[in-house]
Structure formats: structure tokens, C-alpha cells
């Protein structure tokens, strides 16, 4: 026979089923491979990926403007407007406003 007096098995063992549950819970989120982390990799990811497609375009438009430039293709519009801004030099028969 068992003895009649207050039980505490079951209060150990819901007790610590509880705090094991709200362990988990606790590094589900905030853990370093909990949700709010997930959120955060993505937004950086978005971040980068913005930035890198900005990075593509500058270098495309780079890329167009040293081929415009190249021995190949000289364009001589954007060459006379490179010398005019590097050198700043104009022609005798122009005017500047500024």
C-alpha cells in the first residue's frame, strides 16, 4: 500500500515537462536557427540581391562606355564629351550658361 500523502511526482513531472516546452519554444524563435533569424538572412539576402543587380547594371553601363570608347568603336560624341569634361575645354563658337 501506498501512503496517503501529498503527491509530488506529478508536479516534478509537469513542472519539467513545462520548462522543456518553453525551452524549445524560446529557441524555435529566437535561437540561432530560430524563425526571427530566418527573417533576418532573408532581408539580408533581398539586400544583397538588390545590390549586387545594381553592381550588374553599373557594370554594364561601364562596359558600354569602354567599348564606345575602344579602338574598335570610337564613338566621338562621347569622346568630345569626355575631353570637354575631363579637360574642360570648349569650342570658340559656344556659350556657357550656369
Known sequence: MLPKGPRVFPFVYYGLAAILAM???FAATQGPNG???RVQLDADI???EAERD???AEHARMANLTHRLSDDYLD???LDERAREVLGTLRAD???IR
Open 54 to 56: 545594381a553592381l550588374r
Open 94 to 96: 559656344e556659350i556657357v
Open 46 to 48: 533581398a539586400k544583397a
Open 76 to 78: 566621338l560624341d562621347l
Open 23 to 25: 525551452n524549445f519554444a
Open 35 to 37: 524563425i526571427f533569424r
